[in-house]
């Protein structure tokens, strides 16, 4: 049982230690004790081999903290002092972190792990032209809701179109939540209350069946593998990155179905084949049946659009002129084809939206004008009715 020897102060008291001394006397090990809210409370000050006067420390801690208690100021216990010089020194370390440091150490990797390549390029982009220049060099602490409103500002005035603004916001605003679960950033998120006007960058655009029967022909004379790929888009209504990513296995050539998984949406669905496509897939190499279908030129799955398509775009003359990027003629525009001539044809936009894999009507209500005689033939049965309703004009007394 350990034996406790009281001093001349009250409420300071010491141990021995069983063999080792410190000068001629045993090395001391102090300790205090006080009444804390009607509980006692006992406390380490340390041994006279390892702290400095701890006889003279524990005297003034002892005083301290009885003052602060009667006082209600300053911490309570030596355990509440600890605590509060371990958040000061968090605060310290967490206001040394600038935007840069942590989208270098923390957000960007793992930016790079769980996102499509397309969508961290992006973000790369806008953090080397946009952000870093703006804020890279800032604390997160001092960066405040004016900063990212110059950000905005600048990328305006360059010409950016609001939509890749709006991005470029809404990334910062992301590295901000991921530093302040990572406990890299505490208090308002300063891009959270930034509004950024998003227009409309939707793309309108859809090619004639005279272009696209024109740019498969001048595809085919370049790549064969992007003619196929963009048959299967203008055909099919496929994205880019699904026909990167199909395999044979998702294809029913009984059945005339190819099965889209894991897709922007995040909803499967099934796409038909026509009989061009069919063939098409028929005539090229069959690899293994979980293989993929299109590969590059290392045998893996293709990440971005060859320049093969572009140059073949180039050579039509389909952009020539075009300045509004909306109306540029991009891969994406033969899915946008295929939705348009559909909608040409008389298919419902319900019908139109289950074939792209949209989330939502709104996003196919886009083709609605396209639609043969809907908007117009609402307006002439409007026009139809109100010569009937004139026809039979009921006259009032003046």
Request: hydrophobic share 40%.
């Amino acid at each position: 049982m350990t034996k406790w020897f009281k001093t001349k102060y009250t409420g300071i008291r010491y141990r021995k230690h069983p063999t080792r001394k410190h000068g001629v006397d045993f090395d001391r090990y102090y300790c205090i004790r006080y009444q804390l809210n009607g509980k006692t409370v006992d406390e380490a000050i340390g041994w006279t081999s390892r702290v400095k006067s701890p006889l003279k420390k524990a005297i003034a801690r002892l005083a301290e903290i009885e003052e602060n208690i009667r006082s209600g100021r300053g911490p309570h216990s030596l355990k509440e002092a600890r605590e509060i010089a371990r958040k000061d020194r968090e605060a310290e370390r967490i206001r040394a972190v600038t935007f840069s440091e942590f989208w270098v150490q923390k957000y960007f990797p793992s930016c790079q792990a769980e996102k499509k390549e397309s969508s961290w390029r992006a973000e790369e982009s806008w953090f080397k032209n946009w952000i870093a220049p703006a804020i890279g060099d800032k604390p997160f602490v001092d960066i405040s809701p004016i900063d990212i409103e110059r950000i905005k500002s600048d990328m305006a005035k360059a010409g950016l179109t609001p939509r890749t603004v709006q991005y470029c916001v809404a990334t910062v605003r992301q590295v901000f939540n991921v530093a302040a679960r990572m406990g890299r950033f505490r208090g308002d998120n300063p891009a959270k209350g930034v509004k950024v006007r998003a227009g409309d960058n939707r793309r309108m655009r859809f090619l004639t069946q005279s272009e696209v029967a024109a740019l498969l022909a001048e595809l085919r004379t370049r790549s064969f593998q992007v003619h196929d790929m963009a048959l299967l888009s203008v055909r099919c209504g496929l994205r880019a990155g699904e026909i990167f990513s199909l395999t044979w296995d998702c294809i029913d050539f009984d059945q005339g179905t190819l099965f889209i998984k894991d897709t922007k949406s995040a909803k499967n669905r099934h796409a038909y084949m026509t009989a061009d496509v069919k063939k098409m897939l028929m005539t090229r190499y069959r690899g293994v049946d979980s293989g993929l279908v299109f590969l590059d030129r290392n045998g893996g799955r293709i990440r971005m659009m060859s320049a093969s398509f572009f140059r073949a775009i180039d050579a039509l003359g389909l952009n020539d002129g075009v300045t509004d990027p909306r109306q540029k003629v991009v891969f994406h525009t033969l899915r946008h084809t295929f939705a348009s001539w559909l909608v040409q044809a008389g298919e419902p936009l319900y019908t139109v939206a289950k074939l792209l894999g949209h989330s939502t009507i709104a996003m196919t209500e886009r083709y609605s004008h396209l639609a043969p005689d809907n908007m117009r033939g609402a307006v002439k049965r409007m026009e139809e009715s109100l010569k009937e309703q004139g026809n039979k004009i009921i006259k009032f007394r003046p």
